[in-house]
């Protein structure tokens, strides 16, 4: 059903209590994307098919769907939510969810798709999007913040990257990405109120919740609309100062870094590798550009590609995940280091998350800046790119400035 885009509003200002998924990038003001409520269908894989698992369940959902489309364009008909787990030997569950209701803001059109197996169903939800009985108010949220270590403490965790680049100049791998860990708790785990903050504070960046995993990630891992293939590639990582001229110099000895650099080329290789499996005619920029964002700025590379297999955006992300942005190069090497190092499951964090269509159109990012809800706790995630030449303490001030995106969004109103 199509809608007027002026009586949308914000997508996130009507999410409900315990939403089933969002894509939102845009700021509070201007919000593109999806959001959903509701549960229609779910899916949980885990191991190395859970990619191709989760295609063949969309595939043959989508199959036995009766579809009424009125709009035709990407993230119109039916659309589910996706997750997945970072590591093919997790046991950790990878999510697919088909929202009961969609609201979607696109490229200048608004339009609400509807799921439902039975017809009373249907036309109760759809009466509940006209009228906005959907929304419910955000509570405003006072009191302090319980913080605890994670998996590894941070001295312990500097011991792990020092271990890492000895392995790395000893000539076991070229690059490894380190994650660490840090758990929040307190009055302050509304989904709504941690999207709202992390919208506002990362306009350029896309804001998602997929079965309880929530952040605000500035990587695209694949779109596919169409033919036309996009994955942005993130890898070097300097801190954001206040001091306009402190934060100009910060940005010039970014760009000029060997080591950010050569972290960066190991990723764009990856990236471009992957795709040239799918796509013909890839663009990728001789040099990286800087993108800013609040707390942080990075290294970045846009590449593009066309289409020529049909592959869906699931399958793409089967074959660009994991990048050596968030696992390292060699693959096996970096998967190996990773397990014997980090000491923690990452579970989803760093795997895709995003959304897919009935068409194989999609957006997946990697889950980055983000934590996931534990009952009445917040698991936060931050890592790190180790190369030769990597310090421990570098490393660790580079976390803390990570985590710092999530960390605002729990501070009290």
Not at 39 to 65: H, I, K, T, Y
Request: aromatic content about 4%; charged content about 20%; overall charge negative.
């Amino acid at each position: 059903m199509e809608l007027p885009p002026d009586e949308v509003g914000s997508l996130l200002a009507g999410l409900a209590q315990e939403p089933s998924g969002a894509w939102v990038s845009g700021g509070t003001d201007a919000q593109s994307g999806l959001v959903g409520w509701g549960e229609a269908a779910r899916l949980e894989v885990s191991g190395p098919e859970r990619f191709s698992r989760a295609q063949r369940w969309w595939s043959q959902w989508c199959a036995r769907a009766a579809v009424q489309d009125e709009v035709g364009a990407p993230a119109s008909g039916p659309v589910a939510f996706c997750s997945f787990a970072f590591d093919p030997q997790s046991t950790a569950a990878s999510v697919v969810v088909v929202p009961e209701v969609l609201l979607a803001v696109r490229d200048g059109r608004a339009w609400a798709t509807v799921t439902a197996a039975e017809p009373r169903r249907a036309r109760e939800l759809l009466r509940r999007v006209r009228t906005g009985a959907v929304a419910r108010p955000r509570p405003a949220v006072h009191g302090s913040v319980r913080w605890a270590e994670g998996s590894l403490t941070a001295p312990q965790w500097q011991g792990a990257v020092a271990e890492a680049v000895r392995r790395i100049e000893a000539g076991e791998l070229d690059k490894v990405v380190l994650a660490r860990d840090i758990v929040a708790s307190g009055p302050h785990l509304d989904v709504r109120r941690l999207l709202t903050r992390l919208a506002a504070a990362y306009p350029s960046c896309w804001t998602y919740v997929v079965a309880g995993l929530v952040g605000a990630t500035p990587e695209l891992l694949v779109r596919r609309t169409g033919s036309e293939v996009t994955s942005r590639v993130l890898a070097g990582t300097m801190r954001r100062s206040a001091d306009r001229d402190d934060d100009a110099s910060l940005a010039s000895a970014l760009l000029a870094s060997a080591k950010d650099h050569a972290e960066h080329e190991y990723a764009v290789q990856s990236v471009a590798a992957a795709l040239t499996v799918h796509c013909t005619d890839l663009s990728v920029p001789e040099a990286p550009s800087l993108l800013r964002l609040a707390n942080v700025q990075h290294l970045a590379t846009d590449v593009t590609g066309q289409l020529v297999d049909g592959a869906p955006v699931l399958a793409l992300a089967a074959s660009l995940h994991p990048t050596a942005a968030v696992c390292g190069t060699p693959t096996e090497r970096a998967f190996t280091v990773i397990r014997e190092l980090e000491g923690m499951a990452r579970g989803r964090y760093a795997g895709p998350v995003g959304w897919t269509d009935a068409r194989g159109d999609g957006e997946l990012g990697i889950a980055l800046r983000c934590g996931q809800l534990e009952g009445g706790s917040i698991r936060l995630y931050a890592g790190c790119g180790i190369v030769a030449g990597s310090e421990p303490a570098t490393e660790l001030a580079e976390s803390q400035a990570k985590l710092v995106a999530m960390r605002d969004a729990l501070e009290p109103d």
